[in-house]
């Protein structure tokens, strides 16, 4: 048998308490260590880089400036968190600033626990 382990009200004020930050370092597997908003600024020239040479190669867009970029974060992230997603995004290229909306950051779903 299956039962909803709390509803989702109290779900809601469990995620406010556990909101969570990027650290402000990563560890690779090798053991060095980076700023986690230089991986991510890495990880989104990539993404640019490839995403755009599809669209190009397809004749979809031509432009950066007329993709608009959705990136997913945890709902448990914190608005600096967040700001420091947009900060690398902007860093990387990957968005202009002076395009509204050019950027999008969503939340993942929240889940529900459930218990056997």
Do not use: C
């Amino acid at each position: 048998m299956i039962t909803i382990d709390k509803t989702l009200e109290e779900h809601k004020h469990d995620d406010e308490k556990k909101e969570k930050d990027l650290e402000p370092y990563l560890t690779a597997a090798n053991g060095k260590k980076r700023k986690s908003v230089d991986v991510l600024v890495e990880a989104f020239k990539f993404m640019r880089k490839h995403i755009m040479k599809v669209l190009r190669d397809t004749k979809f867009v031509e432009k950066i400036e007329d993709v608009q970029w959705v990136v997913t974060v945890p709902a448990i992230w914190s608005n600096t968190a967040k700001n420091r997603m947009r900060e690398a995004a902007i860093l990387a290229e990957l968005i202009n600033e002076s395009i509204p909306d050019h950027l999008m950051i969503a939340f993942e779903p929240g889940v529900i626990n459930f218990k056997k």
